[in-house]
């Protein structure tokens, strides 16, 4: 089956560094999307992974690990509207993005 | 570029009334579009996608003579929700990809979504 695992939530500080971790299984791999949704909005494009590796943007970056079913996302220099839920979302064979659940991320002064 | 919009934002209705909400992509062609179903707190799920002159194709559960889409050019896709009840109350969220026309960084295979439309049946 198809299937995503992310923290449901966590808690990080303001001007601090945080890393998200998702691992997934899918029948067949097209690549990773990251999103952030804020409460009560759509969700918004972080980044996009399909070789393996590290691939910054500003204070995000996002790794992937194909071989080991596996991505994180790190955001640098918190802001406190960084607080959001944040979705992995890999890209299977039909290229029918897969979405779990997020982890919502606390951001505290 | 890759900007979505949805109309409307937000809309209350009575149960027995039919609603339709448009998604247009805005600076770019899209191929496909798909439309999602969110309730409060859990995640996306998808409803149908569809390609511009085609049938849409909808998941397993997905009554689709309830919920009408047509994607008649390659900019704007319509989902109309017929006869709605209370149930049907969610937060509709649309999505576009395409592979032409956007300036700037677009990548293919990249849904960029609409702003999402908050439905209210009572």
């Known amino acids: 089956g198809q299937n995503i695992d992310q923290p449901t939530e966590m808690t990080a500080t303001e001007g601090a560094i945080v890393q998200i971790n998702c691992t997934y299984q899918?029948?067949?791999?097209?690549?990773l999307f990251w999103y952030q949704q804020h409460a009560g909005e759509a969700p918004t494009f972080l980044s996009y992974?399909?070789l393996d590796g590290l691939e910054e943007k500003g204070r995000f970056s996002s790794f992937l690990s194909r071989s080991k079913g596996y991505s994180y996302l790190l955001l640098k220099e918190l802001q406190m509207k960084d607080s959001a839920s944040y979705l992995c979302?890999?890209?299977?064979?039909?290229?029918?993005?897969?979405w779990g659940a997020g982890t919502k991320l606390i951001i505290k002064p | 570029g890759a900007v979505v919009s949805q109309h409307p934002s937000r809309v209350i209705c009575k149960s027995g009334t039919s609603v339709k909400i448009e998604c247009r992509s805005l600076?770019?062609?899209?191929?496909?579009m798909f439309w999602y179903r969110q309730f409060p707190k859990q995640s996306l799920m998808l409803m149908a996608t569809?390609?511009?002159?085609?049938?849409?194709?909808?998941e397993q559960g997905v009554e689709k003579d309830k919920f009408l889409i047509n994607h008649a050019s390659l900019t704007l896709s319509t989902l109309t929700v017929t006869s709605a009840h209370p149930e049907d109350s969610s937060f509709y969220i649309c999505?576009?990809?395409?592979?032409?026309?956007?300036?700037?960084?677009?990548?293919?295979?990249?849904?960029?979504f609409g702003p999402g439309t908050r439905l209210l049946v009572l």
């Open positions: 999505s576009a990809r395409g592979s032409e026309g956007a300036k700037g960084v677009h990548i293919e295979e990249t849904q960029y």
């Open positions: 600076d770019f062609q899209a191929t496909t």
């Open positions: 569809s390609n511009e002159g085609s049938k849409a194709t909808y």
């Open positions: 899918t029948s067949g791999f097209n690549g």
């Open positions: 992974n399909v």
């Open positions: 979302a890999p890209l299977d064979s039909n290229y029918q993005l897969i």
